[in-house]
């Protein structure tokens, strides 16, 4: 995720952003209107932080917010067979994964 994914997704970033930085008040949010530069000022002046200290910690919380974001599972990912054991349960199959076992 970049900035320009933030910008746009404001509405819903800026409740992660008051969960990261907690001393932001709603005010503060809705005057930053997802401006990196207005954050980065706003978070120097809550937090007295100093000016390169805050763009890192915007830019780690962006790369993390990248990690973290939900991803599709990939379907055609299979188990190798050794991994799966077939199961009869009430008269129909059931695949299951079992612990391999370690020599």
């Known amino acids: 995720?970049?900035?320009s994914q933030v910008e746009a997704r404001w509405k819903q970033a800026r409740g992660k952003i008051k969960e990261k930085?907690?001393?932001?008040?709603?005010?503060?949010?809705?005057?930053?209107?997802?401006?990196?530069?207005?954050?980065?000022?706003?978070?120097?002046e809550r937090y007295g932080f100093a000016t390169d200290h805050v763009r890192k910690e915007i830019e780690d919380w962006v790369r993390w917010q990248l990690t973290a974001s939900?991803?599709?599972?990939?379907?055609k990912t299979k188990l190798p067979v050794s991994m799966m054991?077939?199961?009869r349960?009430?008269?129909y199959a059931n695949w299951s994964v079992t612990a391999m076992s370690m020599p």
Do not use: F, S, Y
Request: aromatic fraction near 6%.
């Open 85 to 87: 054991r077939r199961q």
């Open 1 to 3: 995720m970049d900035w």
């Open 21 to 44: 930085w907690v001393r932001l008040t709603d005010e503060d949010l809705e005057a930053i209107e997802g401006r990196r530069e207005r954050l980065e000022r706003k978070i120097q």
């Open 89 to 91: 349960n009430r008269g």
């Open 70 to 75: 939900p991803r599709r599972p990939n379907h």
